[in-house]
């Protein structure tokens, strides 16, 4: 299994943009993205659930932050809106099957990370 993340890049606060994150080898149940800044822990951002239809957000982007998915693709994408400083950092795509309660060591493969950076 190998995930492979774009759409980083550097924004103005208020700005927009879009990260992809593609699956190969196969399908899992649940696509989220975590994001660690400098000097802190990797934390949740969004998580996706294909079999129930459900989306999952950290209170710090809900109302900014979008999470889909493309099942045909394997592709999950997070539409970064209304961007601030405090979202700057690496951010990582990844994959389970079960029940992950939002924690990162639920997730059991993990994307390369891309860096977004949002300037004030």
């Known amino acids: 299994v190998q995930l492979q993340a774009s759409g980083g890049g550097l924004v103005q606060a208020g700005g927009s943009l879009t990260l992809s994150c593609a699956a190969s080898?196969?399908?899992?149940?649940?696509m989220g993205w975590f994001r660690q800044a400098p000097g802190k822990e990797r934390e949740f951002v969004a998580e996706?659930?294909?079999?129930?239809?459900?989306?999952k957000y950290a209170d710090s982007v809900k109302g900014r932050f979008t999470i889909s998915r493309d099942n045909a693709k394997n592709t999950v994408y997070l539409q970064v809106n209304s961007s601030k400083p405090e979202d700057t950092a690496v951010y990582y795509c990844?994959?389970?099957?079960?029940?992950?309660?939002?924690?990162?060591?639920?997730?059991?493969?993990w994307g390369q990370g891309t860096q977004v950076t949002v300037s004030s």
């Open positions: 996706i659930n294909w079999s129930i239809s459900s989306a």
């Open positions: 990844a994959v389970a099957d079960r029940y992950t309660g939002l924690k990162a060591r639920s997730y059991d493969y």
């Open positions: 080898g196969r399908t899992f149940n649940t």
